[in-house]
């Protein structure tokens, strides 16, 4: 049994009989449809994932106990406001320890400053015998001259030698102050990094920890991210990085909804994935479109491709046969035939691009009823 063939109406004569193309308003459902070129440059669409502007792992600096968590996944903390402590009781006794040694140290050094203020007040303090009376009187009368005009005994030379001794005692004094007042600042810097403090305005994603759990430097207590700006990261193909620029407006996709948003490229990176061949490249989205890790589709303008022909149908004339694709094309005859085809991006709510299988100015039916069939599945039907 043959398919009755569908009247066209004017309009669709007139475009097959080379008028002007049929309007997508004019068309009516269930009638036959010229295919026709999409306007503008071609466009092609790549997957990307939703991700917060500015996103940050906060890990673990010093080992210890997990002592406090200021809140779970999904809680708001401004800046500076306190996520994570860890238990610091070791360290403070360490700096206790610390400071009672710089304590001592503090005392050595003014004492040795003393020391070289006497030396320089009376040089030959160290050397006199000491004592009171006849036994120093010799000295100072017989002694010491007797020495000095042998040439046994050089004065300037001792005052100079314990000059010198003193000043080493202070300069040791102050290292020793200086070593110990570096380590104090190394274990402050430690107690800081037992507390995890908020670099900027955000909302806990993922808590990697628990209170009581124990942990070692370097491992994750949670991620922290700034959710209010969002933006698609996508690698797109090399060949089409010549035709964006930062500050270009793009369309993009979301899910679940396929909801269409206008999208803003926000940075280009600088080097492209020297295995794949891709470049990197993050788009801004506008506020509460989104959420952090969905799935998205950006629409990228395709400039190699502007100068090719890009077909153009109703959405409602493809069906799809399994996951596969197609719409019935009109013979010369005016048989349908079934061809398999790819679909490309939505131009609007009823019209969509189409990548390969059909040529501008071929016939498709839109809307074919339940009857319709192909030829070949005709056939098929007939040999069984």
Same mark, same amino acid.
């Given at each position: 049994?043959? /398919?009755?063939?569908?009247? #066209?109406?004017?309009?669709?004569?007139?475009?097959?009989?080379?008028?002007?193309?049929?309007?997508?308003?004019?068309?009516?459902?269930?009638?036959?449809?010229?295919?026709?070129?999409?306007?503008?440059?071609?466009?092609? &669409?790549?997957?990307?994932?939703?991700?917060?502007?500015?996103?940050? =792992?906060?890990?673990?600096?010093?080992?210890?106990?997990?002592?406090?968590?200021?809140?779970?996944? %999904?809680?708001?903390?401004?800046?500076?406001?306190?996520?994570?402590?860890?238990?610091?009781?070791? #360290?403070?006794?360490?700096?206790?320890?610390?400071?009672?040694?710089?304590?001592?140290?503090?005392?050595?050094?003014?004492?040795?400053?003393?020391?070289? %203020?006497?030396?320089?007040?009376?040089?030959? &303090?160290?050397?006199?015998?000491?004592?009171?009376?006849?036994?120093?009187?010799?000295?100072?009368?017989?002694?010491?001259?007797?020495?000095?005009?042998?040439?046994?005994?050089?004065?300037?030379?001792?005052?100079?030698?314990?000059?010198?001794?003193?000043?080493?005692?202070?300069? &040791?004094?102050?290292?020793?102050?200086?070593?110990?007042?570096?380590?104090?600042?190394?274990?402050? $810097?430690?107690?800081?990094?037992?507390? &995890?403090?908020?670099?900027?305005?955000?909302?806990?994603?993922?808590?990697?920890?628990?209170? %009581?759990?124990?942990?070692?430097?370097?491992?994750?207590?949670?991620?922290?991210?700034?959710?209010?700006?969002?933006?698609?990261?996508?690698? /797109?193909?090399?060949?089409?990085? $010549?035709?964006?620029?930062? %500050?270009?407006?793009?369309?993009?996709?979301?899910?679940?909804?396929?909801?269409?948003?206008?999208?803003?490229?926000?940075?280009?990176?600088?080097?492209?994935?020297?295995?794949?061949?891709?470049?990197?490249?993050?788009?801004? #989205?506008?506020?509460?479109?989104?959420?952090?890790?969905?799935?998205?589709?950006?629409?990228?303008?395709?400039?190699?491709?502007?100068?090719?022909?890009?077909? /153009?149908?109703? =959405?409602?004339?493809?069906?799809?046969?399994?996951?596969?694709?197609?719409?019935?094309?009109?013979?010369?005859?005016?048989?349908? =035939?079934?061809?398999? /085809?790819?679909?490309?991006?939505?131009?609007?709510?009823?019209?969509?691009?189409?990548?390969?299988?059909?040529?501008?100015?071929?016939?498709? #039916? =839109?809307?074919?009823?339940?009857?319709?069939? $192909?030829?070949?599945?005709?056939?098929?039907?007939?040999?069984?």
């Amino acid at each position: 049994m043959k /398919i009755k063939k569908k009247s #066209l109406c004017a309009a669709c004569l007139l475009a097959l009989c080379g008028a002007a193309p049929l309007s997508w308003a004019q068309l009516p459902a269930g009638d036959v449809f010229i295919v026709q070129q999409a306007p503008g440059v071609p466009t092609v &669409s790549l997957g990307g994932t939703v991700v917060a502007y500015k996103e940050v =792992t906060l890990s673990a600096q010093v080992p210890g106990r997990v002592t406090f968590i200021a809140g779970r996944e %999904g809680d708001h903390f401004e800046e500076s406001n306190l996520l994570v402590t860890l238990g610091d009781e070791e #360290l403070l006794a360490q700096r206790r320890a610390l400071m009672a040694q710089l304590a001592s140290a503090d005392a050595q050094l003014r004492n040795a400053d003393v020391q070289y %203020g006497r030396e320089m007040e009376s040089p030959q &303090s160290r050397t006199a015998p000491g004592g009171m009376g006849l036994p120093n009187l010799f000295d100072q009368m017989f002694t010491r001259p007797a020495e000095s005009f042998m040439g046994d005994r050089d004065r300037g030379a001792e005052r100079s030698a314990d000059v010198f001794a003193a000043g080493i005692q202070v300069q &040791s004094a102050r290292n020793t102050l200086l070593q110990l007042q570096a380590e104090v600042q190394a274990l402050d $810097a430690k107690l800081r990094d037992a507390r &995890s403090i908020a670099p900027f305005g955000g909302v806990i994603v993922k808590k990697r920890v628990e209170v %009581g759990d124990t942990v070692q430097p370097g491992q994750p207590l949670l991620t922290f991210a700034d959710v209010d700006y969002l933006q698609v990261e996508v690698d /797109i193909p090399a060949r089409l990085r $010549a035709g964006l620029k930062e %500050g270009q407006m793009v369309q993009a996709e979301l899910d679940p909804a396929g909801q269409r948003v206008p999208a803003r490229i926000a940075h280009i990176f600088p080097m492209a994935d020297r295995e794949r061949h891709t470049v990197k490249i993050k788009f801004d #989205l506008p506020q509460g479109v989104s959420e952090p890790g969905m799935y998205a589709r950006v629409l990228v303008p395709d400039e190699s491709a502007a100068t090719g022909v890009i077909p /153009i149908i109703p =959405t409602a004339a493809v069906r799809y046969n399994g996951s596969l694709p197609g719409v019935y094309v009109l013979s010369d005859s005016g048989e349908p =035939t079934l061809r398999l /085809i790819r679909v490309g991006e939505a131009v609007s709510a009823s019209m969509v691009t189409v990548l390969s299988g059909l040529k501008v100015g071929e016939r498709v #039916l =839109t809307n074919p009823g339940p009857n319709v069939s $192909a030829e070949w599945a005709k056939d098929m039907g007939t040999l069984r």
